[in-house]
């Protein structure tokens, strides 16, 4: 009976250890790769994108899952099977690349992404890393105008002077600049302007780059190189104390830097607002008031007399912001800071954006970057949040949506936890590592069901053989 025992148990450790081997084998993780016949194409044009996989192993067999911007190209063929066609195409066949053909019907960037790969060897298969590549789409019946019409900074000035064919500047600003924000406005207004970079200066190097991209998808890059001075020079006191009118009193510190409030030019004109005396700290200057809202708008300039524009000031809290607004139905809402005491709803992350050629502070979702979420005051009422549409320029309060809310969290997460779930199901990968551990938890609950029986077996033995002895010695006491 141990004999046989000891035969079992070895050939069970035998087939968990194929098993286990089976299972860690699936794990093996090679690269798929997404090659263009051009990178970048006019609408109308076709594109021709294959798929193919780097592994160790021979491939016999491949599948994969591609997904594109159904907006920007139109499926066309391939040159094998494959099922979908709008945005996404499964595909699944012998060999180890697929090309599949595109036309270009909209100017923009296109990703392209390769998930769910798999290849196999014939014996079996194996998970490989999905991959993406961008592919540019420009439309030469749009206009190809990428030029700037204006650019500003909020803090010193632009070396050499703005011009819309110089494409890299060079700007000192002083140690106490804690931001930096850009203003740029394009020359066609169907261009799309995005700045990138930090809004927050560092002591030494920064950069910051205005990218311009045409309505036909060609694009222009305007480079501010930015140095953050450690401490202000001696030359430059001795200039501002030389200089007769470099400041003008009284003073007001914004974002670190000390600004001057001057008056404002009587030719500005700005709708709901009206030219008048204000007293600032014991100085009358003029100012634009709306008396409904109770808004003040100080023209500000800096130590060397330039103008930084319109700032919306709080006498309460003795602070100035950039003026920045949005115009819907006629209607002006200036936006303004959010206070550190008001939470975002859930969901929403800070980010810089250009509104009206104008850089200000907005909040974005992960799933819809064309919907800004700003903070800003309508009228005489208390500033609250608004959603902001970048494509059709309108406005609207913001009651909730686009994102879950604190009590839909849990529901939302049990579904996460559900499509992670389906999406181990649907992969044959998975599935072959979920069938392998659970024949090794198989084999040693047979292990232990056969050491049980045994051991059961013995006892029963034990107990037949006292049975017997004690039957012989009745027999010989008779």
């Not at 390769?114 to 961008?134: F, L, P, Q």
């Not at 954006?353 to 850089?359: P, S, T, W, Y």
């Not at 949040?385 to 879950?404: I, M, S």
């Not at 649907?426 to 049980?452: H, P, S, T």
Request: with cysteine; glycine share 6%.
């Amino acid at each position: 009976m141990k004999k046989l025992l000891k035969s079992v148990i070895s050939v069970c450790i035998v087939i968990a250890l194929l098993s286990a081997t089976f299972a860690i084998t699936a794990f093996a993780a090679d690269t798929s790769v997404i090659k263009l016949s051009s990178s970048k194409v006019n609408v109308g044009d076709t594109v021709k994108v294959t798929v193919s996989f780097n592994s160790e192993y021979e491939v016999v067999t491949s599948q994969a899952t591609l997904s594109y911007d159904s907006s920007v190209l139109k499926f066309v063929s391939s040159t094998d099977k494959y099922s979908g066609g709008s945005g996404t195409l499964k595909f699944a066949h012998v060999g180890n690349e697929q090309t599949f053909e595109f036309k270009a019907i909209k100017a923009g960037n296109c990703t392209l992404k390769t998930y769910d790969c798999m290849v196999s060897d014939g014996n079996a298969e194996y998970t490989v890393s999905g991959t993406s590549t961008t592919l540019s789409v420009v439309d030469k019946t749009l206009s190809s105008n990428a030029n700037l019409k204006s650019l500003t900074v909020s803090a010193g000035s632009l070396t050499p002077a703005f011009s819309k064919n110089v494409t890299t500047y060079n700007i000192t600003i002083g140690p106490d600049v804690k931001t930096l924000t850009v203003g740029a406005k394009p020359e066609d207004s169907d261009a799309k302007v995005d700045v990138e970079g930090s809004k927050t200066m560092k002591t030494g190097e920064n950069t910051r780059v205005v990218v311009v991209t045409a309505p036909n998808g060609t694009t222009k890059r305007y480079t501010l190189n930015i140095t953050k001075l450690e401490k202000e020079s001696v030359s430059s006191n001795n200039t501002s104390s030389s200089t007769e009118q470099p400041v003008i009193k009284p003073e007001l510190a914004v974002d670190g830097e000390m600004l001057y409030v001057a008056d404002v030019d009587k030719d500005t004109k700005v709708e709901g607002f009206t030219l008048g005396d204000y007293t600032f700290k014991g100085t009358v200057v003029k100012a634009l008031i709306n008396e409904q809202s109770g808004i003040t708008l100080l023209n500000l300039i800096d130590i060397n007399n330039f103008t930084r524009g319109l700032f919306v000031y709080d006498a309460t809290t003795d602070t100035a912001q950039k003026f920045e607004f949005v115009i819907n139905q006629a209607n002006m809402y200036i936006l303004v800071d959010k206070p550190e005491s008001i939470a975002l709803p859930l969901g929403f992350k800070e980010s810089v954006a250009q509104i009206d050629g104008a850089e200000t502070v907005v909040y974005i979702t992960e799933s819809n970057q064309e919907i800004y979420l700003v903070y800003a005051k309508f009228g005489d009422s208390e500033p609250d949040f608004y959603l902001y549409d970048t494509v059709e320029k309108t406005l609207q309060r913001y009651f909730g949506g686009l994102t879950t809310t604190q009590t839909q969290a849990p529901t939302q997460s049990a579904q996460d936890d559900k499509n992670a779930i389906d999406q181990i199901l649907e992969n044959k990968n998975y599935r072959f590592i979920l069938i392998g551990f659970a024949l090794v938890i198989g084999i040693v609950v047979l292990i232990l069901i056969i050491v049980i029986l045994v051991k059961s077996s013995k006892i029963d033995d034990d107990d037949d053989n006292d049975n017997e002895d004690s039957e012989s010695d009745e027999s010989l006491d008779l």
